[in-house]
Each structure stands twice: as C-alpha cells, then as structure tokens.
C-alpha cells in the first residue's frame, strides 16, 4: 500500500550501491536476520536512520546470519528483537507509519517446533526492509521448450553434466539445486563449462576429463618441513576496524581493517595444514615400530593383512567407522606385514614421519589438479572423482 517505504532488501541494495537510493527514514524495521539483513540494517545506519531494529521471528541460536556480522550490527547501535513475527504493515493514510508483530515464544511438540502468540505489538516505523529468504522462481521459462521441472518447480538437471533435459542447455547454482555457497555455484560453472566445450565439439558430455592431484614432499631436513606444523591453540585474532563514527558517515568505507603483522604471523600458525598429506613408502620401511610408539592417536599398526573386517578389529586401536577406507601398504620387505592407517583419527600431526629414521612415512603438500573445459587432463596423479 505505500510502495515507496517497504523495500526487498537485495534490490534495496543493489540500488544503494548503483546509488539510485541514497536516504531512508529515521525509523526502519528489517524483517529477517541473516547476512543480508545484516548488510541491510548496517546500511541504513549509513543513510541516516537513527533507530533501526531487526525483527526476528526466532531466537538467537535459530539466526542465520553470521555471528561477527550480528555482533558488528549490535555494535553500531542496531537493535536486535527476538521472537516477533510479522502480521501486517499499519498504513494510515497511504503512508505506512509502523508494522504489526505477534510477539511469540517456541516450545517442542514431539520434536517440531511450534509458536504460541502471547501479544500483539505495534512498531512504528518510516521503512521496512524485506530482508527474508529468496528461492529461485522461472515464470519466464516456458514449461513447453523441453526442459522438464520437478516437484519444486526447478529445472531437472544432471548432477554430473549440468546438463538440463534439453540437450545443449546447462544450469547451476542456487538456480538447479536450491540454496547452496558460492563456492558450490563456481564448481557447478566450472563444470558446466566442461559440459558446453563438449557439446560445441561434437564431444559425448558424459565424458569427463579426470581430476588430478600432484603429492610434493614438504621435507627439507632431518626433522625441517617446509610448512610450519606447530599448531597455535589461540583463539582467532579480533580484526581492527574503522572508528564507529568514521564508518557510518560513508557507506562506501570499508569496516575491517585486516590484521597488522603480528596477528597476521599468529592466524596462519592456526593453519590446520589439512593439504599436508601423510605419505607411507613401504620399500623405506625397516619395521622399527617408531612411528607407531609416538603416534598421539594409536592409529598406526604393522600387522599381517587380512580381510578388512578382521583387520580393523586387530588394529592398536579398533577402526569402528566402515565408511573411512584404511590405509593398507605393499608388504614390507622383511616380515611382509603390512603398515596400517586408521584416516579417520589421523591428525596429521606428523609426528610419524619426524620420527621415522628412513623417511618411509613423509608429509607431502597435496594439490589437486582440475581440468579446465577444453585442456587435457594437468600433469600428476589423475584420480578418479
Ligand atoms: S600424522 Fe600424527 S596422528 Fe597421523 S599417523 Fe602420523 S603420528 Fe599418527
Ligand atoms: S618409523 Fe619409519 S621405519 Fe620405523 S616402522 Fe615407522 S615407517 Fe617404518
């Protein structure tokens, strides 16, 4: 009813940053509470409003917006209610001059959970911005071209080759599949990229270049690694930002900071290493059982192989969990045991391979190797996805 103060947030900001918007009411309501609502309440602070609250529906353990995103709002100066649910927007003459909550609380009904209003509150306000949950809708597809739609009314595509039922039409992202990251839309890009090469060459797109992975010992000494493996318990470095006041006088100010050098130098100590792979050369392997004393997680063993099963309860420690294959070696060259990894409690300390007096286990930088559309497969180890 007063179009001109009840916004979509993502189109609200997409008209801040084009600078088609540069103002907003003193009072403004958000509805939701994830990131964009976030960006969407800190940006209005920006454009002049002086009491902006964000209305959720839940609690703060049911928040989807990032907790550092929450806590830099709050620190602004946004309020943050909890457990309001939007009924209706108030308009008196045209002109909306608040919004209706129900105000409600949650509670267990056999494992789902339901609400109960308590009250009805009215909150006045000059803007509203509408930062709720999008989904992906296709009313300019016309459902007669050959691209078939499921139950949820999104495309059916192929989860290998992005490739939709019409042949030579591809899709990803949020737009196949539902919400997902970003880092999951660039894959589906990388892949459906593959796909079109294929199909512009006359290629079948059901085939795929493999993936490769290059292994590089990190060993640059008797007990030196090129990669720093003293793990730093600290807890993550609070990053410096801009002065409050500086920062709400130009949307356009970039809030954090980054981390000067002596944060800088203890974050990366936080590194878990985890492309630092463990790596057993069987023929090195002279069966002193050194790695196997100083492992913290018992989770090496030399012992004859046998049938999966019966191995993994013959281990220093039984591996209960069927759905992590065990590292199994070559036959070591003087009892033909075999040496016996349980990944699935590996902390990649790598302690065995400090301790090894033949390098037999060593800790190797991993890197995989993706075909790009159109190249042969990269040099290294090709695995198979
Ligand atoms: S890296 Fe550490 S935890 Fe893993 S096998 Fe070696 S000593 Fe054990
Ligand atoms: S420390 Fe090295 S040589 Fe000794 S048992 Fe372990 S892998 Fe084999």
Request: contains cysteine; glycine residues 6%.
């Amino acid at each position: 009813d007063d179009p001109a103060h009840v916004h979509i947030g993502i189109d609200w900001l997409e008209s801040v940053a084009f600078g088609h918007i540069d103002r907003i009411g003193e009072r403004v309501l958000v509805i939701g509470v994830g990131n964009t609502a976030m960006d969407c309440c800190r940006t209005s602070l920006r454009l002049g409003a002086r009491d902006v609250k964000v209305m959720a529906r839940r609690s703060r353990p049911y928040f989807k917006a990032s907790p550092w995103e929450l806590s830099d709002a709050e620190e602004e100066g946004v309020a943050i209610i909890e457990n309001h649910a939007p009924s209706h927007f108030v308009i008196e003459n045209g002109r909306l001059v608040g919004m209706a909550f129900d105000v409600v609380e949650w509670y267990d009904d056999a494992g789902r959970q339901r609400s109960r209003t308590l009250d009805r509150v009215v909150i006045p306000c000059d803007d509203v911005i509408l930062a709720i949950g999008q989904e992906p809708a296709y009313p300019w597809l016309e459902r007669d071209i050959g691209i078939a739609f499921n139950e949820w009314d999104m495309p059916v595509v192929d989860r290998v080759t992005h490739q939709t039922t019409m042949t030579g039409v591809f899709a990803g992202g949020d737009g196949a599949w539902g919400p997902e990251n970003i880092i999951w839309a660039v894959a589906h890009g990388h892949q459906a990229a593959i796909s079109i090469h294929n199909h512009c060459t006359g290629v079948p797109v059901t085939e795929r270049p493999a993936v490769g992975m290059n292994l590089l010992s990190t060993k640059m000494g008797l007990h030196e690694w090129s990669y720093s493996n003293d793990y730093e318990p600290a807890r993550r470095a609070a990053m410096k930002h801009v002065a409050l006041q500086q920062r709400l006088m130009n949307v356009k100010v970039e809030v954090e900071l980054g981390f000067d050098l002596d944060q800088t130098l203890r974050e990366v100590e936080r590194c878990l290493n985890c492309d630092i792979q463990t790596h057993f050369t069987a023929s090195a392997c002279i069966e002193c059982d050194a790695c196997i004393d100083i492992c913290p997680m018992s989770c090496l063993t030399i012992v004859h192989d046998a049938p999966d099963a019966e191995l993994r309860q013959r281990l220093t420690a039984p591996a209960n969990n069927l759905d992590q294959p065990l590292f199994v070696s070559e036959p070591l060259q003087h009892t033909a045991r075999v040496m016996v990894k349980d990944e699935d409690v590996c902390i990649h300390c790598g302690l065995c391979a400090e301790r090894c007096p033949t390098a037999a286990w060593d800790m190797m930088r991993s890197e995989i190797l993706l075909p790009y559309a159109g190249q042969q497969v990269p040099t290294g180890v090709e695995v198979a996805l």
